[in-house]
């Protein structure tokens, strides 16, 4: 979770949740989504493969 915190906090969130603005946050994380999937696809990398395997990680991780 750590590494969460420092890549919001580069986006201008603030890593303590306590005083997060859940909508702001949901808009951050979003962009960084976009943003690191526009970067694999300039690199040649699958995004739409790399959306697949993170929701595979999500879901085992999850449950």
């Known amino acids: 979770m750590g590494r969460v915190a420092a890549v919001l906090s580069v ?3 603030r890593s303590s949740t306590s005083s997060l603005d859940l909508a702001a946050l949901d808009d951050t994380v979003t962009d ?11 690199q040649g990398g699958d995004p739409d493969g790399a959306l697949g395997r993170a929701q595979m990680h999500y879901e085992a991780e999850a449950a």
Do not use: C, R
Not at 32 to 42: R, S
């Open 11 to 13: 986006y201008g969130q």
């Open 32 to 42: 960084v989504i976009t943003d690191l999937l526009h970067w694999l696809a300039v």
